[in-house]
Nanobody, 122 residues
Framework: QVQLVESGGGSVQAGGSLRLSCAAS?????MGWFRQAPGKEREGVAT???????RYVDSVKGRFTISKDNAKNTLYLQMNSLKPEDTAMYYC???????????????????WGQGTQVTISS
């Protein structure tokens, strides 16, 4: 069983930055970040595979960077130029199979963290 624990959420003003972390209990090849705002469906933000290939939803390209430290089994999401519309609960997720050719679809991910809240004020 893979356990995922997120940290790093918080409240910042628009234009600010936050860095999320997700510690996994074991190595797993495909990890990603998803978010869910109140009243909205959970959406994919970014994924990264074992080879370091990253994919992003269009709304965060150029602002967010996903990275992974395989030695520490830890996933990161550096979020810059934050906007109020980035406000959401952010979840770390993982799957054992490759994520290089799959969409940012939360239903394709098996393991989930509890989430960390990100709130951006205008």
């Amino acid at each position: 069983q893979v356990q995922l624990v997120e940290s790093g959420g918080g409240s910042v003003q628009a234009g600010g930055s936050l860095r999320l972390s997700c510690a996994a209990s074991v190595y797993i090849s495909c990890m990603g970040w998803f978010r869910q705002a109140p009243g909205k469906e959970r959406e994919g933000v970014a994924t990264i595979d074992s080879g370091g290939i990253a994919r992003y939803v269009d709304s965060v390209k150029g602002r967010f960077t996903i990275s992974k430290d395989n030695a520490k089994n830890t996933l990161y999401l550096q979020m810059n130029s934050l906007k109020p519309e980035d406000t959401a609960m952010y979840y770390c997720a993982a799957r054992g199979a490759s994520c290089r050719f799959i969409p940012l679809d939360p239903t394709l991910f098996t393991y989930w963290g509890q989430g960390t809240q990100v709130t951006i004020s205008s």
